[in-house]
């Protein structure tokens, strides 16, 4: 059995049956098998050429087999057949970029940028990946680099709308929104008829009534694809609320959450599932694991719900020596998604000693790759609170901070934003919104009884009141030094590329729970959502909700 199973791993025998399936007929097997070799044996050249020999046509199977995956959401095994179509046709532009971006969804960033130096070396000035490797070195935080890569991608071809935009997106991230529209119009000059140009535009614009940028946004949407509808009604949204239109502004946000909802195909109940394993996992035995060595690198958790002061936080953390503030990372929820599929297929749920082991060396790996350098790194992915019981149980020097914030004012911020990607698919319902806030609730009541001393809650609303007696106490939870410079975060340096770059750049202010108040006249359905769910809303919210007019 052993000298069976030996034989068919070994190249040779690998060889044999690449060789045997291209001549019957099966490329993509035949591929696989000498991409096996290649994983083993680098250089061997009789594998490559193998490849080499398959030809384009088979390389194009092999890409439509992998958007096929990527439009069902299977990216790790899309990665795996964009893999295997670039070793047919390095050459190929269109293939080297799509791998890449794949890896970007992935996390996979350092991977992503040597595949993309890998077509830029037969390529060197092609705009495509020049344009791709900006922004994998953006979500890297390595924003200076990014921007010249943008730069010489625009180059090759002045009129191109991408760069542009990324250009746009990153003088935005630094607070420039002078400069971030003017990027924008340049990109919307080359592409008129594209939405999402238009809301880049519409986020960094001050509107007033008749603004000519209204009317061109309206007149896209009757032809516009839903996608594309979707985000003109959310960029409306925006100008009618500025313009102070309110019910003609809501009545663009309920589209835009539909169609957005519609796109994404959310269920709640897949993420109920999800948060009954994890909950099951912390109530099954943990093995105990060593923190690293004195000097390692100690990674920090800023958690919660998106909208909830995340930025804030991580930005006050940063102003002490020796942090690094890393912006929103993929590094844990990938890891921890494998781990939870691996787990979910077990009679046992409990962790063991190799899944903790696991996944921390990957999480410490790539946290490594963001920290600069730095002894303490800042995290600030809010959905990292699914997680939190598994980053306690691996990480035991990592520490935990948990935003909390008034349910009205969380609900309604999640409902009038449009987020990247699909993992927000509950902020498009507000029936939706009410049970995946009862869903973090439990959550992280069951993982703070878990490991008590490990997550602190911090209070958005005693934040913002009282910043020196909050931070001082966030501070401490997490070891670091006191500092009056954390008093003022605003002055932190780098980018924020989230929806709250514009208001971090301002000092820390009151009065944001509040905003909500504003479509109090359409709230009701939350109101009594999270009243039912056994969320605490003060009674002159309640009133303000049922005496309004819009």
């Known amino acids: 059995m052993n000298r ?13 049956r690449a060789e045997t399936a291209r001549r019957q007929g099966e490329p993509a097997q035949a591929a696989g098998l000498y991409a096996a070799v290649l994983a083993r044996y680098p250089a061997n050249r009789r594998a490559r050429n193998g490849l080499r020999a398959l030809g384009a046509p088979v390389a194009r199977q092999i890409a439509a087999a992998a958007q096929a995956l990527e439009a069902k959401g299977r990216h790790a095994r899309a990665e795996e057949q964009w893999h295997l179509a670039a070793l047919i046709c390095p050459e190929s532009i269109a293939i080297a970029v799509a791998l890449a971006r794949c890896r970007q969804r992935l996390g996979r960033l350092t991977a992503g940028l040597e595949g993309i130096a890998k077509i830029l070396a037969i390529h060197p000035h092609a705009p495509e990946p020049l344009d791709m490797r900006g922004c994998l070195l953006r979500d890297l935080g390595q924003f200076d680099a990014a921007e010249r890569s943008f730069e010489e991608a625009l180059r090759g071809t002045p009129g191109d709308a991408a ?4 250009l746009g997106t990153l003088a935005q991230a630094r607070g420039d929104l002078v400069t971030a529209s003017a990027y924008y119009r340049r990109a919307l000059a080359c592409r008129p008829d594209a939405a999402d140009l238009h809301a880049n535009l519409a986020a960094v614009s001050s509107y007033v009534s008749g603004d000519p940028h209204i009317a061109e946004m309206e007149a896209l949407l009757p032809e516009a694809a839903p996608a594309a509808q979707a985000a003109l009604h959310f960029a409306l949204f925006r100008a009618h609320d500025a313009t102070g239109d309110r019910q003609r502004a809501f009545d663009h946000l309920i589209a835009g959450n539909a169609l957005r909802k519609a ?10 599932v999800i948060f009954g394993q994890l909950k099951a996992m912390l109530s099954a035995p943990v093995p105990d694991i060593r923190p690293g060595r004195p000097g390692a690198l100690r990674p920090i958790f800023v958690v919660g719900l998106p909208r909830t002061g995340t930025t804030l936080v991580e930005r006050i953390l940063s102003r002490c020596e020796g942090v690094q503030a890393a912006g929103e990372l993929s590094v844990v929820s990938h890891v921890a998604e494998e781990l939870l599929a691996d787990v979910a297929v077990r009679p046992d749920p409990a962790l063991t000693a190799d899944n903790l082991a696991g996944f921390r060396d990957r999480v410490l790996k790539d946290l490594r790759i963001r920290s ?3 002894p303490v790194i800042v995290d600030k992915m809010p959905l990292n609170f699914r997680w939190a019981g598994l980053i306690c149980a691996a990480l035991p020097e990592a520490r935990i901070l948990r935003m909390e914030r008034a349910p009205m004012a969380v609900a309604w911020s999640l409902y009038r934003n449009s987020f990247a990607g699909p ?9 939706d919104i009410v049970a995946y806030m009862a869903l ?3 959550l992280s009541a069951a993982c703070e009884a878990r490991f008590p001393d490990r997550i602190r809650a911090v ?37 924020a590329l989230t929806a709250s770059a514009v208001q971090v750049r301002r000092p820390i202010y009151r009065g944001a729970d509040d905003a909500w108040r504003r479509y109090a006249f359409a709230l009701r359905p939350l109101v009594e959502g999270l009243s039912a769910a056994g969320f605490e809303i003060p009674r002159q919210e ?5 005496l309004s007019d819009p």
């Open 459 to 495: 209070d958005y609303a005693a934040l913002v009141e009282s910043p020196e007696t909050s931070a001082r106490a966030l501070l401490d939870h997490c070891g670091l030094p006191w500092s009056t410079a954390c008093l003022t975060p605003a002055k932190t340096d780098p980018p």
């Open 163 to 166: 760069p542009l935009n990324h």
């Open 263 to 272: 796109a994404i195909g959310y269920d709640i109940a897949r993420d109920a």
């Open 4 to 16: 069976d199973r030996k034989k068919a791993t070994d190249p040779s025998g690998l060889m044999r």
């Open 372 to 374: 600069d350098g730095a």
């Open 423 to 431: 993992g927000n698919g509950y902020a498009y319902d507000m029936a």
């Open 440 to 442: 973090f609730r439990d």
């Open 542 to 546: 309640r009133q303000s909700v049922a």
